[in-house]
């Protein structure tokens, strides 16, 4: 049976644990929103219909995936769900472009093919997304690819994200980003606009220049999501594990109380014994 010197140890353990955690947990809720808000105002538009070597359908021999992922753990099921997906490509034929050190981790790791590995801030930065966006493209464009995916976990709520693979290149109908951390992942149809543009030099010199920006925005948007995805289950993750510290502290105490108590208890009785036998 532990002494109460040994639980005391524990309860002040689980007490600095418990601090910690729920110091996690309200940066997590702070990061989360901010997050949530910059996802809500990201905002794209689309490009009229018309051919470009980015939107070249070829037969898909191999792909490169995008693979956004965490740098930090302590975030719940998050990571694990989204490798569990990234493992079941096909490995012969997918090389891997990572953003975050948990994927390029798992790449090393499971010996998967690796093209590069990128990292991006708390607050994602658009420069950032464009690095990333540009070296797909640019696999892409020189035919090491065929066809370019993007695997994040997508916001769905608080208490849900949801793993998920977009195609991102080559690009079929262009679509307008309807930007929500509500899980809806692919925009809507372009909305027609009545107004007359007049394009100089000419609509589809203007919209080839427009169209790698409009692949770097959504590349953007994905890491925005998976940010205030991680933060989130974070959040999540350490208010249940400041809870469950809360409960043993408890537990502890409980314990410990009741040990103090038999051991009280105990030199009444001895005390009161050895009375009685002087007596």
Do not use: W
């Amino acid at each position: 049976m532990a002494s109460t010197r040994d639980i005391r140890r524990r309860i002040k353990s689980v007490k600095n644990t418990a601090q910690i955690t729920r110091a996690m947990q309200m940066v997590a809720s702070s990061k989360m929103r901010k997050a949530q808000l910059a996802a809500l105002a990201a905002v794209s538009d689309g490009a009229g219909d018309f051919s470009h070597p980015l939107m070249e359908q070829r037969e898909g021999r191999k792909r490169a995936v995008i693979l956004i992922s965490t740098d930090k753990g302590l975030c719940g099921a998050l990571n694990s769900n989204l490798l569990r997906e990234a493992g079941r490509l096909d490995k012969d034929t997918t090389v891997y472009i990572c953003a975050g050190k948990k994927g390029g981790q798992f790449v090393s790791r499971m010996k998967r093919q690796l093209a590069a590995e990128f990292t991006y801030k708390d607050n994602p930065m658009f420069s950032e997304a464009r690095a990333i966006s540009r070296f797909a493209q640019d696999m892409f464009l020189k035919g090491e690819v065929d066809r370019v995916d993007v695997l994040y976990t997508n916001f769905i709520n608080t208490l849900t994200q949801k793993p998920e693979l977009r195609q991102l290149l080559p690009i079929g109908q262009i679509q307008a980003v309807e930007v929500g951390v509500e899980g809806q992942g692919a925009g809507g149809a372009l909305k027609k606009s009545e107004v007359e543009y007049l394009f100089e030099p000419d609509p589809t010199a203007v919209l080839g220049n427009l169209l790698p920006h409009y692949v770097n925005f959504q590349v953007f948007q994905f890491l925005l999501e998976a940010k205030a995805s991680e933060h989130s289950s974070r959040m999540v993750a350490m208010k249940n594990a400041t809870d469950n510290a809360k409960q043993l502290i408890k537990d502890l105490t409980l314990e410990y109380n009741k040990l103090r108590q038999a051991n009280i208890t105990k030199e009444l009785l001895e005390i009161t014994t050895a009375q009685m036998a002087m007596g």
